[in-house]
Structure formats: structure tokens, C-alpha cells
């Protein structure tokens, strides 16, 4: 039966090798960069993320606006045969009234599925291009989420696959440690014996 001791590398006893003691304390590191370090990687990276994403949103938030426009015309033909999906926007002329500048009309992209006559938010930058919304807070959060996300998962891949190097390398050290201590040890177990030797 096979009996395993918890520990044994931590010990001393006639079998354990500096490769041993070598991976025991690998193992430890490993484990608080696995438990600790990563975990501080991804929180860091999401903060800075969100700073960046909310700072960002600031900025386009002062140099966008937001009008209410109806769209006009008809919808054009190859998106009203694909309306299943309703999260799809299209290009549409749309018209609103600005203050100070009278009734202006431009195309921008607007929900599928909008009818000539529904009123529609649309953006438009500061060139009076027509843009994406700013990202909200939600949209922000999701964006450091990821980011934390993907810079903990990363930190722990390549801590993992360093582990993995670290461990053939030490095979390979324990090895050469045995094959070194059984050659000198090995002469003493393979000699034959004689009945005078005592």
C-alpha cells in the first residue's frame, strides 16, 4: 500500500534532494502568486481601466450631443426583409430642429425596426457627424471588468506555465541528483559478496 507523507520536502530524511527543497519553496511562491498576486494584477489593471474608460466617456460626453430627431422617409428595403434581429441600427434620414440654427436634416444610424415618423435620440459630434453614444457607467464597469478579468487570468497563465518549465528543469535536476548519488552508492549494492565479508 502507498503511503504519502505530507510535507516530506520541508523535512529532513536521507531521500530528500536540493531539488527538492528547490520545489517545495517554487510551489509556495507559486501558490501566492496564483492566490494573492494575480488576483492584485487584476483589481489594478481594472481600476486603471476604469479610470481611463470613465475619463474617456467624459471627454466624449462634452464634445457630443444628444438631439431628438424623427426619421424620415421610407425604410429602405433590404432591412425591412431582415428585421429578426431588432438590435441591428441602420443608416436613415432623420430631421430635428435646432435651436438658433432652424430645422436641419442628416443621416445617422438608427434602431431596426424604426418607422418613418418615430422620433429617434441620435448623436452627433462636434462636427455634426453622427456617432455612438458615450459609454454609461455600466458600460464602463463591463470595460474594467474585462480588463481585471483578463489581466488576472493572464497574470496566472503565465505563472502556471512558468511552474510547468520550473518543474521539468527540477525533474531533470532530481534526476541527475539520484544518477550522481546512486553511482556512488550503486558499486557498494551491484558487487557481489563474498562469505568473508563481514
Not at 112 to 140: I, K, L, Q
Not at 168 to 178: G, N, S, T, V
Request: with cysteine; glycine share 8%.
Amino acid at each position: 500500500m502507498r503511503t504519502r507523507v505530507r510535507g516530506w520536502r520541508w523535512r529532513r530524511n536521507p531521500l530528500r534532494r536540493r531539488s527538492d527543497v528547490v520545489e517545495a519553496w517554487t510551489v509556495l511562491v507559486v501558490a501566492v502568486l496564483l492566490f494573492v498576486v494575480a488576483p492584485l494584477v487584476g483589481v489594478a489593471a481594472g481600476l486603471h481601466a476604469h479610470d481611463q474608460a470613465r475619463a474617456l466617456a467624459a471627454a466624449q460626453r462634452a464634445e457630443r450631443h444628444q438631439v431628438r430627431a424623427v426619421v424620415i422617409g421610407d425604410v429602405p428595403e433590404r432591412v425591412s426583409e431582415v428585421q429578426s434581429d431588432r438590435r441591428t441600427p441602420y443608416r436613415a434620414q432623420v430631421r430635428w430642429t435646432e435651436p438658433g440654427k432652424g430645422v436641419r436634416t442628416a443621416w445617422a444610424r438608427v434602431p431596426a425596426g424604426t418607422r418613418a415618423g418615430e422620433p429617434v435620440p441620435v448623436w452627433f459630434d462636434s462636427r455634426g457627424r453622427n456617432v455612438a453614444p458615450p459609454p454609461d457607467d455600466a458600460a464602463v464597469w463591463q470595460h474594467a471588468v474585462t480588463i481585471g478579468l483578463c489581466a488576472a487570468g493572464g497574470t496566472a497563465t503565465v505563472v502556471v506555465l512558468g511552474h510547468a518549465v520550473e518543474r521539468r528543469i527540477a525533474l531533470r535536476h532530481r534526476l541527475a541528483e539520484w544518477e550522481r548519488e546512486w553511482a556512488r552508492t550503486g558499486p557498494r549494492w551491484t558487487q557481489p559478496r563474498t562469505w568473508g565479508d563481514g
